[in-house]
């Protein structure tokens, strides 16, 4: 099945910087959705986008739907050690009731 | 308080041995989906069901077989057909857009159970 190409593959990067991640396609998504995982749990769901050019933000997190309907973005401001994890976007088609998932960002955070 | 278990967290077999993962959520959802994840594979879908006693087979279904004889509840069996079943395999819900007329499809995960195959 499809995956969607997300990178960067991996971060590393000092607490107090901002992150971004970002996630492409070639087929349109109708709905892009952001999680985080953290070692040996499950995936949470951090944000939920549903229309195109829309820009949503849940604390210090913000994720876009790209215009084209083919890409999102997520950016983390002003990181912190609890950030650590890995990053997955995922996408619906119409009509679909699957998601396609990216292979995932993993972020690191140096205190 | 609402969500999605599943157990055991930890599980170890013998090859050729058949094993069956629990799911179980109490979110009234009436779809259910379950992932396998290794590493640098992300998720891939082995089976989804949107209602009882219905389900699809996902991008991975071979050597992998469930049931979903209540909506609460999704077991997956491990066959002896699975050729690399050494995974950590993950139970996800939703409302279903199918069958609800939602637009979206924000799915709930469980913490996951890690089975080894010896």
């Known amino acids: 099945g499809q995956q969607l190409n997300q990178s960067p593959q991996s971060m590393f990067i000092q607490e107090g910087e901002d992150v971004s991640m970002n996630c492409t396609s070639s087929s349109i998504f109708n709905t892009w959705l952001w999680y985080k995982q953290e070692p040996g749990e499950g995936p949470v769901l951090l944000i939920a986008l549903y229309k195109a050019g829309e820009l949503t933000s849940n604390g210090r997190l913000t994720a876009q739907f790209g215009i084209t309907r083919k890409d999102s973005f997520l950016n983390i401001s002003a990181s912190i050690p609890s950030d650590v994890g890995i990053y997955f976007c995922a996408g619906q088609k119409s009509g679909y009731s699957t998601l396609t998932f990216g292979k995932g960002t993993m972020l690191l955070v140096s205190p | 308080d609402g969500g999605i278990t599943q157990s055991p967290k930890y599980l170890f077999r013998k090859e050729g041995q058949n094993v069956t993962l629990s799911c179980e959520q109490n979110l009234n959802h009436d779809a259910m989906y379950w992932y396998r994840q290794d590493p640098g594979q992300g998720l891939r879908l082995i089976y989804y069901?949107?209602?009882?006693?219905?389900?699809q087979k996902g991008d991975i279904a071979e050597g992998y077989s469930v049931s979903r004889e209540k909506k609460e509840s999704f077991p997956l069996t491990v066959t002896s057909a699975q050729k690399n079943p050494t995974a950590f395999y993950l139970c996800?819900?939703?409302?279903?857009?199918?069958?609800?007329?939602?637009?979206?499809?924000?799915?709930?995960f469980g913490p996951g159970t890690r089975l080894t195959v010896l």
């Open positions: 996800a819900s939703s409302i279903d857009p199918g069958t609800s007329g939602a637009s979206y499809n924000e799915q709930f």
């Open positions: 069901s949107q209602i009882v006693n219905d389900f």
